[in-house]
């Protein structure tokens, strides 16, 4: 069977995470598939996926908190800055985390864990239209 | 041909990295598939993924000496404290390496490099019983 | 139909980035399919793929300064030095990153950003030669 292709937009509201984790399984349903594999994929690189907790909403702060200490914007190591000071800070945070991930199928839907969310993860500072891609195999 | 689904139990000790390349190259023989791609995908988000070196157990203590230097236990910064100081360090270290990975399949069984293992990655201070999935696809 | 393996060899010259998107389209392009799912694996644990900006040299020079920073070389945090302060570093670059991509082909394409790129991230300080395989399904 073919692979199933679905792609999708999310409207960021500057720096920090959003579940995307609906979309995701919306698009595996549609495939139809009971058993497979299933790949997210962003196409930038300036922001990024992460599977992380789903419950505490502190989670999501904490870690965007850790990468904002980690990785300083307006680093004075950095050449590349004629975007701004959150520009390469953002292609250093997608770097550290990840452009694709992958699920497995399983009885038709992601067989996340019970705390697992998948997340988009925004670094620049200002809103952004970010092109999200779900692909299913097998 | 449909997708080959294998899930396996790891209980950990605690704090550490521990080889699970035998699990995964076992579920990639019984799938049968001579050419097609491997994931493996922990269905958790305070342990994670890696593949390293598989030769010298130092490489696997320094990994994680310097992530507990760079991500210190119970850190200032962090709101999310219920469950310890060792929960939020966990998730941050989870990101910062990988939920999933994918692996080619090339005559029977998943395409290593000679000192590449595939690794469990404990985050958390206690033993945990970690779920672990095997998709093999093509 | 069964999945498509192809296997090419990169020639580094030290610690730095790469290009590989070309080798990678043309490895998808050879596999004749409309719409199904790529994966990049390197065979190594020293040096790693990223996807970053393909425009601006900057970013790559950038990202590289950072991580010698985060990952110093010869750190006395280390127990594995037999093969020179850039080893063990080079491991842990190594895991921050990824040891594998997976990429939506879409138009028998990889549907890559505008501005993603593929790369070769060399961690070592002298010049190797590393194995990347692209293996496309679906």
């Given amino acids: ?9 999310v409207s960021t509201a ?25 790949t997210v994929f962003v196409h930038h690189t300036s922001c990024s996926l992460i599977i992380n907790e ?9 870690l965007d908190a850790f990468l904002t200490r980690l990785v300083p914007d307006g680093d004075a190591l950095y050449t590349h800055t004629a975007e701004g000071p959150d520009d390469m800070s953002a292609h250093v945070r997608s770097v550290l985390t990840a452009t694709s991930l992958c699920i ?6 992601c067989d996340l864990g019970t705390w697992q969310g998948v997340f988009l993860f925004e670094h620049r500072a200002a809103p952004h239209r970010r092109k999200v891609s779900v692909t299913v195999v097998g």
Same sequence: chains 1, 2, 3.
């Avoid at 419950?55 to 999501?60: C, G, I, L, N």
């Fill in 54 to 62: 789903n419950a505490d909403p502190d989670v999501q702060r904490d």
């Fill in 14 to 38: 500057g720096r920090g995470t959003q579940s995307i984790t609906a979309e995701v399984q919306s698009a595996v349903r549609a495939a139809g598939r009971d058993v497979g594999l299933c």
């Fill in 1 to 9: 069977m073919a692979a199933h292709h679905h792609t999708f937009t």
């Fill in 104 to 109: 497995p199928v399983v009885g038709g839907r």
